[in-house]
């Protein structure tokens, strides 16, 4: 790791965090999972030139690849009987799982996308990089431009997925966004504030800390976390969280007909139905992306890349 950003990380996050993070990197990249039997199917390369295969002798290969950029809309509305009334209408856009170098268009059908949205604010819930380890120059070039049209029509927030390194924050935050790595923000509106909070990737790298990211945000009544996986949803609940943002699961990614996933890459039964979309967990609201980017094969098949608004609005 470059010396100026080890020193830069070092002055923003505690020794022990920072340590623990790049240790279980240093692993990863020498082994491509995490130690244990904990394999996950992110790193199962060998399936991916399987699948390929597959898919050229069928003549699905090219179709896969449109599919991949064939972005849905989706407006979600979220009811909240306490939501300050300053907030009711306040939309969120939501982007997962970018894998940005991954898209074999270099992420300019998603630039369009969104160019044409109206949002308040926009959250990324981590996976910029395709692979879980390597090179990052290309991820960074276009997650910039990417940016550089979101920040034009409201503030960009960010959180690390297992695809990315610590060591990528400085940079994604030089693209002018500001990451969330177990930290949390308030957001102002009128005389009302709702708490942001982002929390460190723990599914490869076990490194959250829900309760160090609410530290700046407990006296707000509404508050919204940003999740890259599903792990959390029991300890959000119970910490008051009242919105929960995830990806990670990409929906299935290739599903049979009616959006039926194969590979769920959910590591909890009791969550394995929460793969995308709105769900409820007790008194949690929550929210599973199908992302934006793929993972292993820039392919899609029976589930559509996703660009998500979720609307705030205030319930009686």
Not at 61 to 81: H, P, Q, T, Y
Not at 94 to 119: E, P
Not at 209 to 223: E, G, P, Q, S, W
Not at 271 to 283: D, E, H, L, M, V
Request: hydrophobic letters at 40%; one cysteine or more.
């Amino acid at each position: 790791m470059d010396e100026y950003i080890l020193k830069q990380l070092k002055e923003r996050f505690d020794a022990a965090h920072l340590e623990k993070r790049i240790k279980r990197q240093q692993q990863h990249q020498a082994f491509q999972f995490r130690g244990g039997f904990h394999v996950y199917w992110e790193n199962m390369h060998f399936l991916v030139p399987l699948l390929q295969f597959l898919l050229k002798t069928t003549r699905f290969l090219r179709r896969g690849f449109i599919n991949s950029i064939n972005f849905e809309i989706v407006e979600n509305d979220v009811a909240i009987s306490h939501l300050p009334p300053a907030f009711d209408g306040f939309t969120i856009l939501h982007l997962s799982d970018l894998h940005i170098d991954g898209m074999f268009d270099c992420g300019r059908a998603l630039v369009n996308k969104v160019s044409q949205l109206n949002y308040d604010v926009c959250v990324i819930t981590g996976d910029f990089r395709f692979l879980t380890y390597g090179q990052t120059h290309e991820s960074f070039a276009y997650t910039k431009r990417l940016v550089n049209t979101l920040k034009l029509k409201a503030p960009v927030y960010g959180i690390l997925g297992n695809h990315d390194f610590i060591e990528m924050v400085p940079e994604l935050e030089s693209t002018g966004m500001k990451m969330l790595v177990n930290e949390a923000i308030p957001l102002q509106r009128d005389e009302s504030t709702i708490g942001l909070a982002g929390v460190d990737d723990e599914h490869f790298y076990e490194s959250a800390d829900l309760l160090k990211a609410m530290n700046d945000i407990n006296t707000c009544d509404i508050k919204i976390l940003l999740a890259h996986s599903q792990e959390l949803i029991k300890s959000a609940e119970a910490a008051g969280i009242s919105l929960y943002l995830c990806g990670h699961t990409h929906g299935g990614q290739v599903c049979l007909p009616g959006g039926i996933a194969m590979i769920k890459n959910t590591p909890h039964k009791p969550f394995s139905s929460f793969i995308a979309g709105p769900w409820q967990y007790k008194t949690l609201q929550g929210y599973t992306s199908r992302g934006a980017g793929t993972s292993g094969l820039c392919v899609r098949f029976n589930c559509r890349p996703e660009i998500t608004l979720h609307r705030l609005k205030k319930s009686s």
